[in-house]
C-alpha cells in the first residue's frame, strides 16, 4: 500500500456530561483505527450511532480528540492551520451549507478560495445543479443540497476528500453520477475517505473497508477479504420448506449444521450451512420426509452478512 493520507490510531472521544446520565460523558469513540491511500477509496462501515462521523469530524479538524492520533497528509489536523484545510475537500452529512445562500452563487465564492478551482460550471453541469441554481439552499430538497455540497467538496481539486454518507437522499441517476465521480476522482490519485451504513454503497465502491461498531474498529480489509472472513465458508446455503406437523425438523441441523427457525407456523427456513453435500443430504431428508422445499440455493456471502456477523460477534465478548 502507498504511504497513507489519513493515518488514525486508537482514536478516542468522549462527549458530555449528560444529563440524562446523570452528568457523566459518554464515551463515543473508544478505539478508532484506519488507514487511507492515494488513489484509493477507503470506507467507515457502521450503524447509526457507530461513530462514523465523529471520527470523521476528528480527522478534519473540527473536533479535538480526547486520545489516540490523528494525521492528514502528515500534519495533526485539530492543530493545522489553512494551508491543510485548502488540501482537504469535506461534505458534511447535513450538508453544512448556509441556508440563505443560492448555489451557484455559493460555488463561485468558495471556487474563490482557492488558487486553482475546479470549474464550478463543469461541476454544476455534471451534478444537475443549473436546475435549482438560483434557489435559496434552505428551499431545496435533500438530495439537491447532497449534490451542492459534493460539488463544494471538489472545488479545491482535494489530495484528501472526506464524504459523509454521500449517497444519502439520492435518487439512482444522481447517486450513479456522484459514484461515477468518486471513481474519477479516485482515478486521479485522491485519498477518498466515506462513510456509509449502506452495505450496497460499501461494495461498490471501497477498495478497503473499516468497520465501526460502538466506537471501534472491529474489521477491516477489501470487500473480497471481508466476504471470505471468519471460519464460515464463503458461500452460505439457504433452504426454506413447508412441513406438517410431528416431523423431526431439528434433525436438519444436525444433518448439515445449519441454522433452522420457524418462518411461520409449518414453514421454516434453514440457512448457513455450506457445502453441496449438505444440499444433497437435505433432498434425500425432504423426499423421505415429504416435506416440499420452496427455495434451495447457494449464494455467496454479501458484506451484509459478513457486518452482521461481527456485529454480533463483537457485542458478544
Ligand atoms: N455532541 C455530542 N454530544 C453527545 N453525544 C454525541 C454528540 N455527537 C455525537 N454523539 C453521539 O455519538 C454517537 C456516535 O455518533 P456519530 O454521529 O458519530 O455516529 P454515526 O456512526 O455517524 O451514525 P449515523 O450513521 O447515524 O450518522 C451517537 O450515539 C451520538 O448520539
Not at 47 to 69: E, F, R, V, W
Not at 166 to 184: H, K, N, T, Y
Not at 201 to 220: P, Y
Request: proline share 6%; hydrophobic share 40%; with cysteine.
Amino acid at each position: 500500500m502507498l504511504q497513507p493520507s489519513v493515518l488514525v490510531r486508537d482514536l478516542r472521544k468522549d462527549f458530555g456530561p449528560v444529563p440524562s446520565l446523570d452528568g457523566r460523558m459518554v464515551k463515543v469513540l473508544r478505539g478508532v483505527n484506519f488507514q487511507a491511500a492515494p488513489g484509493e477509496v477507503t470506507t467507515l462501515l457502521g450503524s447509526n450511532g457507530a461513530g462514523k462521523s465523529t471520527t470523521l469530524s476528528c480527522a478534519q479538524g473540527l473536533l479535538k480528540p480526547d486520545g489516540g492520533d490523528v494525521t492528514v497528509l502528515g500534519q495533526q489536523p485539530y492543530r493545522a492551520g489553512s494551508a491543510l484545510r485548502s488540501r482537504v475537500g469535506v461534505m458534511l452529512q447535513d450538508g453544512g451549507l448556509p441556508p440563505s445562500a443560492r448555489p451557484l452563487a455559493l460555488l463561485n465564492l468558495v471556487a474563490r478560495m482557492y488558487q486553482h478551482p475546479a470549474s464550478v460550471d463543469e461541476l454544476a453541469d455534471r451534478l444537475g445543479i443549473h436546475a435549482f441554481a438560483h434557489t435559496n439552499i434552505r428551499r431545496l430538497s435533500g438530495g439537491q443540497k447532497q449534490r451542492v455540497a459534493f460539488a463544494a467538496a471538489l472545488l479545491g481539486k482535494p489530495e484528501v476528500l472526506f464524504l459523509d454518507e454521500p449517497s444519502a437522499g439520492l435518487d439512482p441517476q444522481s447517486r450513479q453520477i456522484v459514484f461515477d465521480m468518486i471513481q474519477e476522482q479516485r482515478a486521479l490519485g485522491t485519498c477518498i475517505v466515506l462513510t456509509t451504513h449502506l452495505m450496497d454503497d460499501a461494495e461498490k465502491l471501497s477498495d478497503r473497508v473499516f468497520i465501526i461498531d460502538r466506537g471501534q474498529t472491529v474489521a477491516e480489509g477489501t470487500v473480497a477479504q471481508l466476504t471470505s472472513w471468519s471460519a464460515d465458508a464463503s458461500e452460505s446455503g439457504e433452504l426454506s420448506f413447508e412441513a406438517r406437523p410431528g416431523l423431526p425438523v431439528e434433525e436438519l441441523t444436525t444433518l448439515s449444521g445449519g441454522v433452522l427457525s420457524e418462518a411461520a407456523p409449518g414453514n421454516y427456513r434453514l440457512s448457513k450451512f455450506a457445502s453441496p453435500a449438505d444440499m444433497v443430504a437435505l433432498s434425500q431428508w425432504l423426499d423421505a420426509s415429504q416435506a416440499m422445499p420452496t427455495t434451495m440455493a447457494m449464494r455467496k456471502r454479501t458484506l451484509e452478512d459478513v457486518f452482521l456477523e461481527i456485529a454480533e460477534k463483537s457485542r458478544d465478548e
